[in-house]
């Protein structure tokens, strides 16, 4: 059966009722330079934005838009092709803006992401490493609800390249996988059930 469809704002067909759901990690990786390290410029680090496997996402994003801090010569940066990475130096920590701009026949507006540099790990911060970099990434989902029809059917028969350019970072990505989440949330549970089980053992024996 075909699906239902309606006409937008700006004429164009839309499906109702219909979502397609896009999954990107947008990510900083910080290599410190160790004995090449200035006060000025102190760590190497790249800024991206990436598809679950490190594919080229180019045919939902046309471009991103990276904002970064002012004391960054030209602080915004466009990349249009894969990879949508940048590359800087630096010695410090920001918090910095992505915009996404979509493919022209998705007729979306941009939306804007946060994100925080991080220079410095958070459970050993003094020790420095050149060779392990300092990894932040955080997993969003674009939901384009209700998408132009054209958009959904060229997206959802899209064929992805069986070879991409692999990003250098690309060893430092992080695994995003929903079922190993379920199982570290499952495995949480279990030792929070304990420890309530044991909390309550100790109360009992006290009264
Ligand atoms: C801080 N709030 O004080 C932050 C600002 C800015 C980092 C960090 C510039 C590099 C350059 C740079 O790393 N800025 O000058 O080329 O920690």
């Known amino acids: 059966m075909a699906s239902d469809t309606f006409v937008g704002s700006r004429g164009e067909r839309r499906l109702r009722h219909k979502e397609f ?13 160790g004995k090449k ?13 990436r598809g679950l496997n490190g594919e080229d996402i180019g045919h ?6 990276f904002n970064l801090h002012p004391t960054f010569p030209n602080p915004t940066r466009e990349v249009t092709v894969h990879p ?7 010695w410090g920590e920001f918090e910095l803006n992505v915009t996404l701009h979509f493919a022209d026949d998705a ?21 420095q490493s050149t060779k392990k970099p300092v990894v932040n990434e955080q ?12 958009f959904y059917q060229r997206v ?21 996988d929903p079922a190993d989440d379920l199982h570290k949330i499952n495995q949480a549970r279990q030792k929070v059930a304990h420890m309530m089980a044991s909390v309550k053992r100790q109360f009992e024996s006290l009264a």
């Open 21 to 33: 759901v896009f999954p990107v990690v947008v990510g900083t990786c910080a290599f410190y330079l």
């Open 37 to 49: 390290a200035t006060e000025t410029q102190s760590h190497k680090w790249y800024l991206y934005v």
């Open 60 to 65: 939902i994003i046309k471009k991103v838009v």
């Open 84 to 90: 949508f990475e940048i590359e800087e130096h630096g």
């Open 107 to 127: 007729q979306e507006q941009s939306v804007d992401i946060f994100h925080k540099l991080k220079l410095y790990s958070e459970v050993e911060p003094t020790n």
């Open 139 to 150: 997993y969003e989902e674009l939901i384009f609800s209700e998408p132009v029809e054209a």
């Open 156 to 176: 959802t028969t899209f064929t992805p390249p069986v070879a991409f350019p692999i990003p250098s970072i690309a060893p430092h990505f992080r695994v995003f």
